[in-house]
Nanobody, 125 residues
């Protein structure tokens, strides 16, 4: 069982930046690809970004490309999401998740085995 705890959310103005962190409980963290998803009120959970177990490959949603960067530090059992040039439409609860499927399948929430509790990101206009 992998436990995931997100942190770093908050309120920021349009154009600002935030860095989300997701700490994993397991030393087997490096066996998992990791993803970030978000969910706004009344909307479905949306893929944001994913990173391979080694950190060597990443994939981003088109809506965040060039603004968000996913990274990981396996020595610290932590994955990060650096969010720059934030927009009001980025407002959502952000979740990290762990999966053992290939990165090519990392865009679907159903492919993930473990989820964090989420952290709120609010971007004011």
């Amino acid at each position: 069982q992998v436990q995931l705890v997100e942190s770093g959310g908050g309120l920021v103005q349009t154009g600002g930046s935030l860095r989300l962190s997701c700490a994993a409980s397991e030393r087997t963290f490096s066996n998992y690809a990791m993803g970030w998803f978000r969910q706004a009120p009344g909307k479905e959970r949306e893929f944001v970004a994913a990173i391979s177990w080694s950190g060597g490959r990443t994939v981003n949603a088109i809506s965040v490309k060039g603004r968000f960067t996913i990274s990981r530090d396996n020595a610290k059992n932590t994955v990060y999401l650096q969010m720059n040039s934030l927009k009001p439409e980025d407002t959502a609860v952000y979740y990290c998740a762990a999966t053992q499927v290939p990165l090519s399948r990392s865009g679907r929430p159903s492919e993930y085995d473990y989820w964090g509790q989420g952290t709120q990101v609010t971007v004011s206009s």
